[in-house]
């Protein structure tokens, strides 16, 4: 049956105790649907917060967790988009068609956009009476474009309002792709992405509240903090200056005691080694060490900023006297990121960390403090790859307070405990379409008990598995990496491998693992993207906003080119050109009124630009990438710059080519898209010229 049901049919339904028959105790009988919010962040680690053994400053959050209670083994899917679209949906992320990232790799269980056999939050409370908002990062498409196509954009999958990003990471002061319902906006002067998120959020409880008073609310805050780059106002870095001067080590150290004192962590298990990959403060220079305090005071002040935020939000449903009878989830997307290697990218040269001219993460020795007292990262499915805090608040259903659930659960579960929250079931079907059923299970009944029917829960990320049947986990890095097998009752810290002692029950949790891979898109494991094989041209007459797709672009592998174009109109900055993406790609472009030229390939990144500006009122500009790699600049016929770039692309990109934008990840050193709002009256490309 289509999913349809009336807000008079649904507190009739939960008065007479229809679908919430046996409402566990300590879930009092709903007296109307509650207001839902969901908040999730992106990168955070799992004792980064101070209800989880945090020194972070995170008192809003502390408040919730009080007067609530806190999840010790509540796990995501170890990476941002398969946890979104998990969150989302109800379901594994290949069963969205996100077992990745938002590019198609060719199967259905990786085709970087949200299928139609899932249904969103929007999609399933809209119809039970709710308004529906999100604020925040969306990034379960690959279409992130001013013009879409925009079928799997918030509002077009079930959200009444919008603002945030459509895309994945990217500056805190002037992201790409903001966007507003589905018109694309410009950030203000001042603006700062967290505290935008929350301003936004809390404006959607005052204006639903205040036009629709009898009517319930679903907001889902999507986070970017506090994912690199490390971007935080100056106030709130310098108030965090200082505490991280005696290293990660210190830092992880203290944070395992308060998690033991709190009971998050058993006492009897074991803290981790440190990352052997990771650096020895004690061998860092005095200025490096000041250096890497910075990055954390940085990284600290994007958390502060987010719970800031939070306590915005939970003063707007005061106001509105929704407070009480609001059901607030707060968790985070993956572990603790350690991207960058030990220390982290590097600044740009010149950037101050935190402000937009830097660009720079924290690296893994933070990372490894941060997802204390667990192995390993984001990306990973060891622990802490995938554990995630879980705080629910619920003043007028959660009767425990400032109490821990041990009960193992999963991002799939939020659905359907939103769901029967509001008084209903996932539904079989929405309108024509027939849906995958739902994956996860309601936790309404662990918020009062702590207690939950066994199941087995299951991940794959880039080839890293896992599956979790009771206190047993099964565990492998990389496709063909061996499976390792965990008692986490006694060992979470997953320090002692018990494969080989009990083959038995590694062979039958492998066929498990084996068995759900069949079944929910998961196969095959880790598939590669297509490779564009590019046109055979070699000379293109382009236009300006054309946008080729990778098989209809120049075959540019290891093959030098030259540009040519006519600018009638030359803005200060904009794209003139690009093919690829941030991996593999070129891009020539206007920096600062300069001519410039980015090439990343496999050897490194390399720039070329020029010092004098560009005429305002047009020129002939010419770029030649030579075969040994060098590359020449020239205006109206004049060369303006010379330089040379590590080698020539080591591949043919997998993105298309564009003129006058750049729609993937940035090439060149520019934020989003970098639109050429001037004129470009020809331009021309050819491979191998003479």
């Excluded at 969150?87 to 060719?106: F, R, S, W």
């Excluded at 309108?431 to 199941?455: I, K, N, Q, W, Y």
């Amino acid at each position: 049956m289509p999913y349809q049901a009336s807000r008079r049919d649904i507190l009739k339904t939960l008065a007479t105790g229809g679908l919430l028959v046996g409402l566990p105790r300590g879930v009092a009988a709903a007296g109307d649907q509650p207001d839902i919010v969901v908040v999730m962040v992106d990168d955070m680690g799992f004792s980064d917060i101070g209800c989880y053994g945090g020194e972070i400053e995170t008192p809003n959050l502390d408040a919730l967790a009080a007067n609530g209670v806190r999840f010790t083994q509540f796990y995501n899917t170890a990476r941002c988009c398969p946890s979104r679209a998990s969150l989302l949906t109800g379901l594994y992320p290949h069963q969205t068609g996100i077992g990745h990232m938002v590019g198609d790799k060719g199967h259905d269980g990786y085709r970087g956009d949200l299928n139609r056999k899932c249904a969103t939050f929007g999609e399933l409370l809209g119809p039970l009476g709710y308004g529906t908002y999100l604020s925040g990062k969306w990034h379960v498409t690959k279409h992130t474009g001013p013009k879409g196509p925009m079928d799997n954009w918030p509002r077009q999958r079930g959200f009444d309002r919008y603002f945030g990003t459509l895309n994945g990471a990217g500056s805190f002061w002037t992201p790409a792709a903001l966007t507003r319902d589905n018109e694309p906006i410009t950030p203000d002067q001042g603006f700062y992405y967290t505290d935008a998120i929350s301003g936004n959020a809390a404006a959607f409880i005052r204006d639903h509240h205040a036009k629709t008073p009898d009517k319930p609310l679903f907001l889902y805050v999507a986070h970017t903090a506090p994912h690199w780059p490390l971007h935080a106002p100056a106030k709130t870095v310098a108030k965090y200056r200082g505490r991280y001067r005696q290293g990660w080590d210190a830092v992880r150290a203290a944070r395992h005691q308060r998690q033991k004192k709190l009971g998050i962590v058993d006492p009897t298990w074991q803290l981790t080694e440190r990352d052997p990959s990771g650096s020895d403060w004690k061998s860092l220079p005095p200025e490096k060490r000041d250096e890497m305090d910075h990055r954390m005071a940085v990284y600290a002040a994007q958390v502060d900023h987010m719970d800031q935020g939070i306590g915005r939000i939970v003063s707007a449903l005061k106001r509105a006297g929704r407070f009480e009878n609001t059901l607030l989830l707060f968790l985070a997307d993956n572990g603790g990121c350690a991207e960058g290697g030990p220390l982290g990218f590097e600044r740009k040269k010149g950037g101050t960390l935190g402000e937009d001219s830097s660009f720079a993460s924290y690296g893994l020795s933070w990372a490894n403090a941060s997802n204390t007292p667990f192995r390993r990262y984001k990306h990973w499915v060891h622990e802490g790859g995938i554990s995630s805090p879980l705080i629910a608040h619920w003043p007028e259903r959660i009767r425990a307070k400032g109490e821990l659930r041990t009960t193992p659960a999963h991002i799939i579960d939020i659905v359907p405990t939103c769901l029967a929250a509001a008084g209903a079931t996932y539904p079989a079907q929405l309108g024509e379409r027939v849906l995958t059923p739902c994956e996860g299970t309601s936790l309404l009944s662990v918020f009062a008990d702590d207690r939950l029917p066994a199941r087995p829960l299951f991940w794959e990320h880039e080839g890293n598995r896992a599956v979790r049947v009771g206190d047993w986990k099964l565990v492998a890095k990389g496709k063909t990496g061996p499976w390792e097998l965990y008692d986490l009752k006694a060992d979470r810290t997953e320090t002692n491998d018990l494969a080989a002692k009990d083959p038995e029950r590694t062979t039958e949790m492998a066929a498990l693992w084996q068995a759900w891979a069949e079944r929910c898109n998961v196969l095959p494991l880790c598939p590669r993207k297509p490779r564009g094989k590019g046109s055979k041209a070699k000379r293109f007459t382009l236009k300006q906003g054309q946008d080729l797709p990778a098989a209809k672009s120049p075959y540019v592998k290891r093959r030098p080119l030259r540009i040519q174009a006519v600018l009638a109109e030359i803005p200060t900055n904009g794209t003139i050109l690009a093919q690829g993406g941030s991996r593999a790609g070129y891009a020539l472009y206007v920096k600062d009124g300069c001519l410039a030229f980015t090439l990343r390939s496999k050897k490194g990144n390399g720039t070329v630009t020029a010092k004098t500006p560009l005429p305002k009122a047009g020129a002939r500009i010419e770029l030649l990438l030579a075969k040994d790699a060098s590359v020449r600049l020239s205006a109206d016929g004049r060369e303006i710059a010379q330089g040379k770039v590590p080698e020539l692309l080591y591949d043919m990109p997998t993105e298309g080519l564009q003129v006058g934008f750049d729609s993937g990840a940035a090439i060149g050193e520019y934020q989003g898209e970098n639109r050429f709002t001037g004129k470009i009256g020809s331009l021309t490309l050819e491979l191998d010229p003479e």
